[in-house]
Each structure stands twice: as C-alpha cells, then as structure tokens.
C-alpha cells in the first residue's frame, strides 16, 4: 500500500479522517504539555530550589514553558474541533459530564499558564544566580507551588480521563472535579513538604555552569592582578637622601 492508497482511505470517509487527524493532534497537544509541565516541576525541585538559577537554566525552564504553551493551543483547538464533529453527528456526547469536566481543566490550565508567564517566569528570571526562593515570603512561595501543583494535575487529569471510558455518562462532573481539586491540594501540599526536606537537610548546591561560563571563571582565578599600595608613604628620609646625593656630588 502506497502513499496513494493512504489518502484514499482518508478521502472515502471524511468523517473518519476528520476524527483521525483530530486525535492526533490531541495526542500530540497532550504529549507536549504533559512532558513539559512535568519538566518544569522536576526542574523546579532540581535546579531551582537548592541550586542557584543559571542562565542555562533559566533559558530550558523558559523554552519548556513555551512547549506547554504550544501544547495547550493544540489541545483547545482539537477540543473545540471535536466539540463541532460531536453537534454534527453525535449531539448526544455533548451531554457527557466528562466533556463538561475536561472543559473546565483546561479554562483552569490556560488561566494558570497566564500567571507562569506573567508573573512566575519574570520572577524566576529576576533570580538567577540565587535560589529560587531566596529572599521570597512564605505566601508567594506557596502561590507557585501551588501554580506548578495546578499545572502538572490539570495536565495529567485529561489524559486519566480519556484512557478511562467507564466513566462516560456514569460519573458527575462535580465529582470528578471534586477529586481533580482534592489532587490539587494533596501535591500542592506533598510539593511544599518536599522543598522544606530539601531546604532543611540537603545543602546548597551550584548548578552546573556552562563550558564558556566555566572557561571566565578560571580565567579569573587564574590572572594575578598586581596589588597597589595605597598607604601614605614614608618621606621622612627624604631630605636625608638628597643631602647624601649633593655630597657624592661635590
């Protein structure tokens, strides 16, 4: 079977393909924001937490934001594209409180990546060359755990959804956002248990420097820098010397 088969298979039954390409990208949508949500929270464990925040760091922590960024655009559009088949052919899925409790994870999960990309990556941004919660109050500490708590639930929650059909039309969607809250709050609270482990028995560390970075600062060690005196000088012999200088003189 060639390429030209392929697409015949497609042609003959658009509704077929339609769903097909629309669950790809769904997969794909899902993949990139479920690795880079989990990134970012093991990165933030990691590097961030007793390891001072590089601009190698920074740069990754920032480039797998926007991963989940580009995933999460994917995810609204399949969303909304498998909505559209569903009022088309089957209205009856539009029924479904799964869909309702899916819908209301990803208003949550695009409200929460606003507030990493407006206030938690300036912040982490304005760190770099200390840990990430130096000089930061308790409140503003749990408000990001509690943000990256939100991301990596929201992100796993969908995709525990979509692998469990059983619970098509038999569970509510205000119990499965009941248990979707109530896992919120248990990592956010096994998150801030975690960093306060890390923070009171395991010592700072630096983060790995780059091979530039690390080439300047043994090049710094490295050069001596002459020392200058600075301190009065002593001219008390002064009128002495040049006594002694007109007499070899004369």
């Known amino acids: 079977m060639d390429f030209t088969d392929v697409l015949s298979q497609f042609l003959s039954d658009p509704k077929t393909g339609y769903r097909t390409g629309l669950r790809f990208f769904h997969f794909i949508g899902l993949a990139m924001g479920l690795g880079g949500a989990t990134l970012l929270d093991l990165m933030l464990l990691r590097f961030f937490v007793r390891g001072r925040i590089t601009e190698d760091t920074y740069g990754v922590f920032a480039f797998a934001s926007r991963i989940v960024d580009i995933g999460l655009r994917l995810l609204w559009i399949t969303g909304l594209g498998f909505l559209f088949l569903y009022a088309l052919t089957q209205p009856e899925l539009l029924t479904n409180p799964k869909v309702h409790a899916k819908l209301a994870i990803v208003a949550i999960l695009t409200v929460n990546g606003f507030f990493i990309h407006q206030i938690i990556l300036p912040s982490v941004r304005r760190q770099i060359g200390r840990t990430l919660f130096n000089g930061v109050g308790a409140t503003r500490r ?23 059909p059983q619970l098509n039309f038999h569970v509510s969607s205000t119990t ?11 990592v956010a609270l096994a998150m801030q248990a975690l960093i306060y482990l890390l923070h009171r028995f395991v010592p700072e560390f630096d983060t790995p420097l780059s091979q530039a970075a690390a080439q300047v600062q043994q090049f710094r060690r490295t050069v001596v820098i002459p020392s200058v005196d600075t301190g009065p000088r002593d001219l008390g012999g002064a009128p002495a010397r040049a006594r002694a200088l007109r007499q070899s003189g004369g």
């Open 142 to 164: 749990a408000i990001f755990v509690t943000s990256g708590a939100i991301s990596v639930v929201s992100w796993y929650m969908p995709v525990a959804l979509g692998a469990f």
């Open 176 to 186: 499965l956002l009941t248990g979707y809250f109530a896992l919120i709050v248990v």
